[in-house]
């Protein structure tokens, strides 16, 4: 499937958001793990997007298992004169040659399917891709490395914690088989810490929490995805469960904004949050998806919710992405959903035609 560009909107806001700290990037070289991905492909285009406004002169190399895949899907990037696609496996590429000042590592596959039928090759890519980066960044140059964790680090959310803050030191049961993809992340963060302590790098952890935007897939187990793709293909909306579990969703345009931003201005080795403090339900969730793309369609929950039993949350504190770096939310939700609705009315036309 080839996508379209993201909307020029976007990647002027992200612009727009960031243009003071991009001067550190002129002539210089990014390295980026997991930039065929969701996330990736956000950073790569608003990298080429900025690269190109401000005249930077700075290049990406992209660490990927497939080329051609990739060239397929996004022929705009793979065309890009700044842009090398790399082949390789994250757990074992071979380093290319050069200095980079700055390396992202964002090659984590965040699949439940993979979590339950493959947990060994997922905690074992995760964390020999993490160790393999460090070395690459650690032998090539590197002033700034940005990992990409995951608010998974901090186990279940507390019933009486409506907003998990960073400074939280619980964790997931290292017991449980469902903790492999968290306690993947939570390594990851320590090797970072280790790495640090060698060299000079400065390392900087953003933990994800939930997020929609173009290039999420709509079929996968990302709620908000499955509900818009259910009102695309003009099915009803399917919960699976009762639709009381709690989360919130950072646009993706966002995302970027706090993920470069982070990337050249947060402190080193100081976790942040990264997310939007605006909870809903599932159900809500549903219901806000089809009032804003098709206030007709049904919804149909798998379960009825349990009288007085507290909801299960996923929701971050961002208060110190706020105090520290500026950060805040500039997209709200029904907007992000009618954003991720329209872009993949693009895609489904250009096939078609």
């Known amino acids: 499937m080839t996508a379209p560009p993201l909307p020029i909107a976007d990647l002027d806001s992200i612009l727009g958001e960031t243009r003071s700290l991009w001067e550190e990037m002129r002539s210089q070289r990014i390295f980026l793990t997991g930039g065929t991905g969701f996330f990736g492909c956000w950073l790569l285009e608003s990298f080429a997007y900025i690269n190109r406004v401000l005249d930077l002169n ?11 895949a990739f060239a397929a899907k996004c022929p705009h990037l793979a065309a890009n004169s700044a842009i090398t696609l790399l082949p390789g496996d994250v ?29 060994l090759e997922m905690l074992t890519t995760i964390l020999a891709g993490t160790e393999r980066t460090l070395k690459f960044a650690a032998s090539h140059g590197t002033t700034k490395l940005l990992l990409t964790s995951s608010g998974a680090v901090y186990g279940p959310q507390p019933f009486d914690i409506v907003h998990m803050g960073e400074d939280y030191r ?66 009803p909306i399917r919960v699976a469960g009762d639709g009381t579990p709690r989360r919130s969703y950072l646009y993706a345009s966002d995302l970027a904004i706090w993920l470069w931003t982070m990337l050249f201005s947060a402190p080193s080795l100081l976790p942040i949050n990264v997310g939007s403090p605006n909870s809903v339900s599932i159900s809500e969730l549903a219901q806000t998806v089809a009032t804003t793309l098709n206030p007709d369609t049904a919804i149909h929950l798998s379960g009825d919710p349990i009288s007085g039993a507290p909801p299960l949350r996923y929701v971050p504190s961002v208060d110190r992405a706020k105090q ?18 329209d872009w993949y009315g693009k895609t489904n036309s250009q096939q078609m035609s």
């Open 58 to 68: 700075a290049e990406a190399t992209v660490l990927t298992r497939n080329p051609a």
């Open 91 to 119: 757990r074992t590429f071979d380093f290319p040659e050069g200095e980079f000042s700055f390396v992202i590592h964002a090659a984590t596959e965040a699949s439940a399917k993979q979590a339950a039928d493959e947990p």
């Open 170 to 235: 619980g964790g997931p049961d290292p017991l449980d088989p469902s903790s492999v993809y968290a306690e993947g992340k939570r390594v990851s963060e320590q090797m970072c810490a280790l790495y640090a302590k060698q060299t000079k790098m400065e390392i900087k952890i953003a933990r994800c929490f939930a997020f929609v935007g173009p290039h999420l897939p709509l079929g996968a187990h990302f709620a908000i995805g499955n509900f818009i793709g259910d009102i695309l293909a003009g099915r």
């Open 324 to 341: 520290i770096l500026g950060l805040e939310q500039t997209v709200d939700l029904r907007e992000a959903i009618r954003r991720t609705a």
